[in-house]
């Protein structure tokens, strides 16, 4: 029996993180190592592989955006008379859905059960329905990184560290669905260090953590190892967490690259309403130049369709935006995912069609535009092509060429001894403008045909009531607009 591990892309090579990143996907590998070695096993991943479904047994992963594309390819299996396994967090959330594409659903974590399942498939007694569970610390094991054999990943040495955030953001579902925080030991961690380094002696660690410094204790033991194995690395971090000056100094001493820092909105109130409170009021721009006088290129991660958003706000934020002087922009636009916060009291108001994950594009624009630029729910104040607009707008001149923006990258490669980094993220940012301004150029003819503008000053300044009121039970009081970086 051949089982083939399935990772599904969208819109390779296209302008999204995709396009400019490519990753092992680690979590196939926990199971890969689970699973019994009476079982053969293979990879079939679309980020660097031609798709070729050649084996007995697939599991794919699903992500929400991908749903649609999986069950395509799992009917199409199934109907040849392949078996069928759907697993990762669309699953859990929308179990239902998922089963009437496949053989076998996993919900939760399938670490600690895959055994189980694969033993049920030996035995052809496999059920419809398996749901996981946290795996503990205790109960995790190396990832075993051979498992990609020679695939050409552009960041090869991807690792996770923790599972779970302690934050909610109420966009977000993985915080409320994928477990409590756990961290892996140390010691487990320091064997896929040494692993990586033996497979990839060039190459940066990225950690694809949701919230790795989240528990300061563990996070200072991580650092540590980190400087101790002399191995650079990128991360993401939360903007409070950015902007304390200690943390970042460790940081940057144990060996930090680049930081993809969750900055979403520099409008407090924007944050606010979808319980980003620990984003409000922080000097993001002083802690941007303190970064980079360390050494540490900083990426920053900007969400446009949040409450307040409007052409105005948005001008005004370009320009905060352009002040911080980051390496990289990463703009997108928010999406409204089953199973978060926001999902049913929108869906409950009519403001966003259920499923949309499956149904026809209604936005015209849509079918041009990658998935992280799609829009699937109504905005008070933007129209769906409008707010597309905004974010190629500003990724295209953010991320823009210019002699300023290459010294400054340039100078802080220089600083962190790390210039074949900062070539790389000249290049992301070049690429990201480039396909930014062609996108933008078809969107505004869209929108010219269509006799739509960008322009909705006249528009009401009517708050979308489903994120005030998150913004409410979030912060207990919702008192508007002050700027957090706008003067």
């Not at 999406?335 to 009519?350: F, H, K, T, V």
């Not at 962190?416 to 940012?429: D, E, H, N, P, Q």
Request: charged share 25%; with cysteine; hydrophobic share 40%.
């Amino acid at each position: 029996m051949k089982l083939v591990f399935v990772n599904v892309m969208q819109e390779l090579h296209r302008f999204d993180s995709t396009a400019i990143i490519s990753q092992p996907p680690v979590p196939l590998a926990v199971l890969n190592g689970v699973t019994p070695r009476t079982i053969e096993t293979a990879l079939l991943d679309e980020q660097t592989d031609p798709v070729r479904f050649d084996g007995d047994v697939f599991a794919f992963t699903l992500a929400t955006q991908y749903a649609g594309k999986v069950y395509g390819y799992a009917d199409t299996l199934r109907a040849a008379g392949k078996r069928v396994i759907l697993g990762g967090i669309h699953v859990t959330i929308r179990p239902e859905e998922a089963m009437r594409h496949a053989d076998a659903i996993v919900t939760g974590e399938a670490e600690l059960l895959w055994p189980a399942v694969c033993e049920d498939l030996l035995a052809d007694r496999l059920q419809q329905r398996y749901d996981g569970s946290p795996t503990p610390p205790s109960r995790m094991r190396p990832v075993d990184y051979r498992f990609f054999g020679d695939r050409s990943y552009r960041t090869p040495a991807s690792l996770f560290a923790t599972r779970g955030c302690n934050r909610r953001c109420s966009f977000c579902v993985s915080s409320s669905y994928m477990g409590p925080c756990r961290a892996k030991p140390l010691d487990v961690l320091e064997q896929e260090i040494d692993q990586l380094h033996a497979l990839y002696p060039g190459a940066y660690l990225q950690f694809t953590d949701d919230n790795l410094l989240a528990d300061r204790r563990y996070a200072a033991g991580l650092l540590d190892l980190l400087r101790r194995k002399q191995r650079r690395f990128v991360t993401m971090l939360t903007a409070d967490q950015f902007c304390d000056r200690s943390l970042v100094e460790e940081m940057a001493a144990s060996g930090c690259l680049g930081a993809a820092v969750g900055i979403e909105s520099v409008d407090d109130d924007n944050c606010i309403a979808v319980n980003k409170r620990h984003n409000a009021g922080l000097p993001i721009a002083d802690a941007v130049r303190r970064a980079n006088r360390l050494g540490i290129q900083v990426c920053a991660l900007i969400m446009l369709g949040l409450p307040h958003d409007a052409p105005q706000r948005l001008a005004r934020a370009q320009r905060a935006l352009e002040r911080m002087s980051c390496s990289l922009y990463d703009v997108r636009i928010l999406r409204i995912y089953p199973g978060a916060p926001l999902y049913d009291p929108m869906l409950s108001r009519g403001q966003l069609a259920d499923a949309w994950w499956l149904a026809k594009e209604s936005v015209p624009t849509n079918p041009i535009l990658p998935g992280y630029l799609r829009v699937h729910f109504q905005h008070s104040r933007l129209s769906p092509t409008q707010l597309q607009y905004w974010a190629l707008k500003l990724a295209s001149e953010l991320d823009r060429m210019t002699s300023d923006s290459v010294v400054r990258v340039l100078r802080v490669g220089r600083q962190g001894r790390a210039m074949k980094f900062a070539a790389a993220l000249l290049s992301a940012r070049h690429r990201t403008a480039c396909q930014a301004r062609r996108l933008l150029d078809q969107v505004e003819r869209i929108m010219a045909a269509n006799g739509e503008t960008c322009d909705t000053a006249s528009q009401s300044g009517i708050v979308d009531p489903v994120l005030e009121e998150e913004g409410r039970r979030s912060s207990g009081v919702f008192n508007g607009a002050r700027p957090a970086l706008i003067p």
